[in-house]
């Protein structure tokens, strides 16, 4: 069974190398491509303040992450829901070096962006030319964006769960033909235990009227060479 986990993170700007940190983790887990219902998501204290730039993006203000945990809180429960599954993320290389200066902050052993699965590369393998952030995504297959005002970690990572999908092969990949023959299973099953439970009749016996053998004998005499008077 394939356990992965698509994640997001939103930030307090574009790089942790300039002192910039995780605001908020969203994680979605899936078991052969699909969504479990399980999550992982937090808000969480930066312990510094919110570019005005990122906040035009997520909508997240420093005010509202005072009181939130800090990652050192947070960062066992995390890597505990995320255990060794593969990390599915849209454009890859900018959450990984976020999560490995949070990590390394805390003596972590960091993520090889190499193991993610980065949607952004499979979609312009897939559709070269064509724009490839999230929501043309969600717009090429008919995602619902209509909960989407401002990016969210979560929302944006239950988004990417459903594109990931369709870029993999979507509902079909594997899984219709399994169910499938589930269905023809269970009703072979129920169908098997119908024919079980029907009560025995003895054979019946049909004696044929004069006018049947008759009739019967005008067809035959009008067949060449029927089966019926063939010798043996």
């Known amino acids: 069974m394939t356990r992965e986990i698509v994640l997001d993170t939103e ?13 908020e983790i969203g994680c979605v887990e899936l078991l052969n491509h699909l969504p479990t219902g399980q999550v992982w998501h937090h808000y969480i204290n930066p312990e510094r303040d919110v570019d005005a730039g990122a906040v035009a993006v997520h909508g997240i203000k420093t005010e509202f992450l005072k009181d939130k945990p800090v990652f050192g809180e947070l960062v066992g429960s995390f890597l505990d829901f995320v255990g060794d599954a593969k990390l599915v993320i849209h454009n890859a290389a900018f959450d990984i ?3 490995n200066a949070e990590l390394k902050g805390y003596g972590f052993p960091p993520f090889k962006l190499a193991d993610a699965i980065d949607t952004v590369l499979i979609a312009r393998k897939k559709y070269p030319g064509s724009p490839a952030n999230l929501d043309a995504l969600c717009r090429r297959f008919g995602v619902d964006l209509s909960g989407r005002e401002l990016h969210g970690a979560l929302l944006d990572a239950q ?3 459903a ?19 589930a ?16 009560p025995y009749r003895a054979p019946r016996s049909f004696t044929l009227s004069q006018q049947e ?7 035959i005499a009008g ?3 029927p089966l019926w008077v063939q010798q043996t």
């Not at 930030?11 to 605001?23: L, Q, V, W």
């Not at 990931?164 to 219709?176: A, D, F, K, V």
């Open 163 to 181: 594109v990931y999908l369709e870029l993999i092969g979507g509902r079909q990949h594997g899984l219709g033909l399994a169910a499938q023959n």
């Open 11 to 23: 930030t307090t700007g574009m790089d942790p190398e300039d002192g910039h940190r995780i605001i």
């Open 223 to 225: 067949l060449k060479n």
């Open 183 to 198: 269905t023809n299973a269970t009703a072979a099953a129920g169908a098997s235990e119908k024919r079980k439970e029907r």
């Open 159 to 161: 988004l990417l769960a």
């Open 213 to 219: 053998q008759d009739d019967h004998g005008k067809m």
């Open 97 to 99: 070096k976020f999560l």
